[in-house]
């Protein structure tokens, strides 16, 4: 089904998604591109943030394409509007740029996902999925980014990350002789290794020699025994547990 093709799953109707990017040529061409990826309606497109908020409340889209530099309004305080106004509606940015004072503001602003421009078709569908399904659709870069975050402060809340365990009581971290948390097995935690890596399901295919459905089977069981509802979370764990790099 169309529907289940855009990954949500939840019901046959499209998701309907509004664009906004101050750029004519690249918003025509976002708007061209979702409207070749099956599930998707794109119902507007916004050339700045204050036309962006304005056609929310008109079309009360299921996700806003949002780009983050624009005149008028930029993308981090449309975001915030909409996401104060709207809750269901969810925001996922699209943006040149992936640097800290762009990243975290929008986070902070309810954006749920973050993309750069150079994501590809099915990236941009499967991010707007993730959304619609409660997850956070990151590209691996800005994941990776979180997990360097993390590791120059430990102590800084990431938005969509767990908190951190009181310091009276700190989390053991994974070794290599097998002790690993919740049950996970030495695969999964070297999935799970990957995922903090930044590495999309088809790298880790790749680079575990397994098809992509056996990587997801195994991201399926790891996110069940950690209790992590995204890759952004699974990246905080992995961090919290000491799974990085590759488990033996």
């Given amino acids: 089904m169309a529907r289940a093709a855009a990954g949500a799953g939840v019901t046959n109707e499209p998701t309907r998604v509004l664009v906004a990017d101050d750029q004519t040529v690249v918003r025509e061409g976002i708007v061209m591109l979702l409207g070749l990826l099956p599930g998707i309606e794109v119902v507007g497109s916004a050339a700045d943030g204050e036309e962006a908020v304005a056609l929310v409340e008109r079309h009360h889209p299921d996700v ?16 915030r509007r909409i996401r104060a106004a709207h809750p269901e509606t969810e925001v996922v940015v699209l943006t040149t740029y992936a640097d800290d004072d762009s990243l975290f503001p929008a986070l902070r602003a309810g954006a749920r996902g973050y993309l750069t421009k150079d994501a590809g078709g099915e990236e941009i569908a499967r991010a ?3 959304v619609r399904a409660g997850a956070a659709g990151l590209s691996p870069q800005v994941q990776l980014r979180l997990l360097e975050r993390l590791s120059d402060a430990p102590g800084a ?7 951190p365990a009181p310091a009276s009581a700190p989390v053991p971290a994974a070794t290599r002789s097998g002790q690993l948390p919740d049950g996970l097995t030495a695969r999964e935690a070297e999935v799970l290794a990957l995922i903090a890596e930044g590495l999309s399901n088809t790298e880790i295919a790749q680079r575990l020699f397994v098809s992509p459905a056996t990587v997801k089977t195994h991201i399926n069981n790891l996110f069940a ?3 992590v509802r995204d890759r952004a979370q699974a990246v905080a764990y992995a961090f919290r547990h000491g799974i990085t790099g590759t488990q033996q």
């Fill in 225 to 227: 025994k950690t209790a």
């Fill in 64 to 79: 806003v394409l949002m780009d983050l530099r624009m005149p008028r309004v930029d993308g981090v305080e449309a975001t």
């Fill in 157 to 163: 809340a990431v938005p969509g990350a767990p908190a």
């Fill in 128 to 130: 707007i999925a993730d």
